[in-house]
Nanobody, 115 residues
């Protein structure tokens, strides 16, 4: 299984970005896809995840600003990030959990929010 993330970059405060992550390989139909973020010196933290049935969970800090979605036919998860703040600056990693079939990470994409 491979995860390919894209869409990071530099954006001004209040701006928007959309991250994408495409999974390929042996993908099980029942899974959870999500996004985590990490800054230097800190642990990786959950941003949001979505089940194959469409259920979502968000970190409190992003509720109302970020929206996670997925295309099951494309095995792709998206993260629409609006009203970005400097504290959202981090490396964002996509994640695929397939229970006993494995837990996988993408390569990370840098998001920098700065004026």
């Amino acid at each position: 299984v491979q995860l390919q993330a894209s869409g990071g970059g530099l954006v001004q405060p209040g701006g928007s970005l959309r991250l994408s992550c495409a999974a390929s390989g042996n993908i099980y139909s029942i899974n959870v896809m999500g996004w985590y973020c990490q800054v230097p010196g800190k642990q990786r933290e959950l941003v949001a995840f979505i089940t194959s049935g469409g259920g979502t969970t968000y970190a409190e800090s992003v509720k109302g600003r970020f929206a996670i979605s997925r295309d099951n036919l494309k095995n792709t998860v998206y993260l629409q990030m609006n009203s970005l703040k400097p504290e959202d600056t981090a490396v964002y990693y996509c994640n695929l959990q397939q229970g006993r079939r494995g837990n996988y990470w993408g390569q990370g994409t840098q998001v920098t929010v700065s004026s």
